[in-house]
T-cell receptor, first 114, second 113 residues
Framework: SQTIHQWPATLVQPVGSPLSLECTVE??????LYWYRQAAGRGLQLLFY??????ISSEVPQNLSASRPQDRQFILSSKKLLLSDSGFYLC?????????????FGSGTRLTVV | GDSVTQMEGPVTLSEEAFLTINCTYT??????LFWYVQYPGEGLQLLLK?????DKGSNKGFEATYRKETTSFHLEKGSVQVSDSAVYFC????????????FGTGTSLTVIP
């Protein structure tokens, strides 16, 4: 069966520090991968998605970036965090788009920038 | 373009009350429809889905029927429990738009004993 792992679960970082969040998927190959952000009390915002190694599409211009160095690994990064980067970050995967199966989400990372 | 509209919350109910969370959609094709649930501090979990008109998705006592004529996918439960307290997201995927996923803004439900 397929599983998705996301870490760390909680992170507190000072303004201006770098960020690296990691997401890996097991039990499938060539998944579509997604990074979402959920600000406090708000809905889901798609940040990045990837349909293959090295292929990244950005939905929202900002100081975050994403990379996919391996087929089942998706990394969210920032060189310098802003206070507004605080939120709940969710990784998700799907097989060839949402289709009839939707997305499977990781357990999320709670990022607080102080 | 495609979109999902959910009723705004928060919703507060007493235990054993009837729950309805409204969801309507706009789509260019024939979308698949989903309800996700997010318990406090956790990621989203698929609650139920329906892939064609008149299908009924059900899970854990929750139900939703895909109504093409009213473009709706309302979530219902006959008797809610405290453990149902969570945020509920309606979503759709549409083959006509490359299987992109569109989420509603989420509805927060609190069930009090």
């Amino acid at each position: 069966s397929q599983t998705i792992h996301q870490w760390p679960a909680t992170l507190v970082q000072p303004v201006g520090s770098p960020l690296s969040l990691e997401c890996t998927v097991e039990g499938t190959s060539n998944p579509n991968l997604y990074w979402y952000r959920q600000a406090a009390g708000r809905g889901l915002q798609l940040l990045f998605y990837s349909v293959g190694i090295g292929q990244i599409s950005s939905e929202v211009p900002q100081n975050l970036s994403a990379s996919r160095p391996q087929d089942r690994q998706f990394i969210l990064s920032s060189k310098k965090l802003l206070l507004s980067d605080s939120g709940f970050y969710l990784c998700a995967w799907s097989r060839g788009g949402a289709g009839q199966n939707g997305y499977t989400f990781g357990s999320g990372t709670r990022l607080t920038v102080v | 373009g495609d979109s999902v509209t959910q009723m705004e919350g928060p919703v507060t109910l007493s235990e054993e009350a009837f729950l309805t969370i409204n969801c309507t959609y706009t789509a260019t094709g024939y979308p698949s429809l989903f309800w996700y649930v997010q318990y406090p501090g956790e990621g989203l979990q698929l609650l139920l889905k329906a892939t064609k008109a008149d299908d009924k998705g059900s899970n854990k006592g929750f139900e939703a029927t895909y109504r093409k004529e009213t473009t709706s996918f309302h979530l219902e439960k006959g008797s809610v429990q405290v453990s149902d307290s969570a945020v509920y997201f309606c979503a759709l995927s549409d083959l006509n738009t490359g299987n992109q996923f569109y989420f509603g803004t989420g509805t927060s439900l609190t069930v009090i004993p």
